[in-house]
């Protein structure tokens, strides 16, 4: 079986995309997975937003260790599957890497969430505590489907 190592992947890599790997190791412990994120315009070494951090906490969840990280080719390469958070950074990794699109999917392309499958999870920052909550409920949704994604892949 080859190793199944997951990419997060959002603009900045301090809300979504961290957000997503903590509930992601979560939902996916003991099942041999490596998870990490990236942002496609993201700032090296930067921490998780406090709210992301205290979303992570509440459910249980931890980032320790976590700085930002900008996309690259060999971030990329080491991946087995790219979960995007907007069809817009799945359209820019598409760009920059056409080689390796058939391995970049929508976070949300295997939930159904308010009544729809593969919609993008808005950016919340600067939305308030809610906004967090809202995306972290979506996430949640949403690793159920990948996780079943993942185990048919194997």
Known sequence: MAEVNVLFVCTGNTCRSPMAEGLFRQAAEGMGYTVSSAGVAAYGG???????????????????????????????????????????????????????????????EFAEIDGQVGRDISDPIGCGREAYAQVADQLQQSMVGILGFLALKK
């Open 46 to 108: 930067s921490p998780a937003s406090p709210e992301t951090v205290e979303i992570l906490d509440t459910n249980g969840a931890s980032l320790a260790g976590f700085g930002s990280r900008q996309v690259s080719e060999e971030i990329l390469a080491d991946a087995s599957h790219v979960f995007c958070l907007t069809s817009s950074h799945r359209e820019i990794l598409e760009q920059h890497f056409p080689e390796m699109a058939d391995k970049f999917y929508l976070v949300t």
